[in-house]
């Protein structure tokens, strides 16, 4: 009866705070908490960013200094999801630099039907403020549904090639230079390092530049695409395809293919003056001599211009403008 008694007016009494876990249950938490403190500690995560305008996709970027406040397993979840998305087969990357062959590229890939994700990366040449506003000027011009956004990827040299003419603008190859005089070394595996990477992590499976036929240089042969395709597969474990569209073309070719484009906004000069083409270096030349070839009109506004009766003119534009040599015709 006594114990009757005291258990019922226990229960009429105030409340012993209730206790929610026992001391297992405690321990057994502050293991798991200390566990994740250790983890951020030794192997602090990279901050990864959702992708505004592409579900499911993220970015690295710096290392997250609030990552004290980021709850663990949310921030552990998202590191091991795949950053790549499903494959657009139909999307081509486009490596862009604003001249008159990558824009050709562009235009011809649109009338294809493709959709196309221009690329422009930004090394800090000396002519990339005027080029970079003539791109975006053409992007506008052929701006529709299937041209997506320019993505612009910042590859400083100013540290790789220290006071070299495409960042000093102190002897800038002339008019009459050979075109191996504008060779800017390792040019087509830095341009195309960060966009092949950016098309892998977005699921787009060719990445397309405009290299002519008539490309003199080492890193423009079919050997160093297929190098590079092999190594970038071994690296990521995907495959994104170089393609070369006008790998075969000679430059009056892909000129006729440029008809009834704004060419007008494209940009080809090294040595750039008020924004304007030079007139006077190796790019100058030939962009003129491009025009020549198939005896179209230059819209070009040059802030110098050759007559095309001038010896210079003569002697290298006119030699550039040459149609090429089928087989088994003399020299
Ligand atoms: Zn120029």
Redesign the pocket.
């Known amino acids: 009866m006594v114990g009757w008694v005291e258990g019922h007016h226990a229960k009429r009494g105030p409340r012993a705070p209730p206790k929610l876990l026992d001391y297992r249950q405690r321990l057994g938490l502050f293991l798991v908490g200390l566990a994740a403190m250790l983890r951020m500690v030794l192997d602090p995560p990279y901050q990864l960013c959702k992708q505004p305008d592409r579900p499911g996709t993220y970015y690295t970027s710096a290392r997250n200094p609030l990552k004290w406040l980021v709850l663990y397993q949310g921030f552990h979840g998202a590191s091991e999801r795949p950053m790549t998305v499903e494959p657009s087969p139909s999307t081509i990357g486009l490596l862009l630099s604003g001249g008159l062959d990558s824009s050709i590229l562009l235009g011809h890939l649109l009338r294809d039907g493709r959709r196309v994700q221009p690329f422009y990366v930004r090394c800090g040449l000396r002519w990339e403020t005027s080029e970079r506003r003539q791109v975006d000027q053409f992007l506008h011009a052929l701006a529709g549904p299937r041209l997506a956004e320019l993505v612009v990827l910042d590859l400083p040299l100013a540290d790789l090639y220290g006071d070299h003419w495409s960042l000093s603008g102190r002897g800038?190859p002339g008019l009459a230079s050979p075109d191996t005089a504008v060779y800017l070394p390792g040019r087509n595996a830095l341009l195309l390092v960060k966009a092949a990477l950016w098309c892998r992590l977005h699921g787009i499976e060719e990445l397309a530049l405009a290299v002519l036929a008539a490309n003199p240089f080492a890193d423009a042969t079919p050997e160093f695409f297929a190098a590079f395709e092999a190594l970038l597969r071994r690296g990521t474990g995907g495959r994104v395809r170089i393609s070369r569209p006008f790998g075969r073309l000679a430059k009056r070719e892909v000129m006729e293919l440029g008809r009834g484009l704004p060419l007008e906004l494209t940009f080809?000069?090294?040595?750039?003056r008020d924004g304007l083409?030079?007139?006077?270096?190796?790019?100058?030349a030939e962009r003129m001599a491009a025009f020549a070839a198939i005896g179209a009109d230059d819209p070009t506004p040059?802030a110098t211009r050759l007559k095309g009766d001038s010896p210079i003119f003569a002697g290298t534009i006119a030699a550039r403008c040459r149609p090429p040599r089928k087989s088994g015709q003399s020299p």
């Open positions: 800038v080809s000069c090294i040595a750039p083409h030079c007139g006077q270096c190796n790019k100058c040059y």
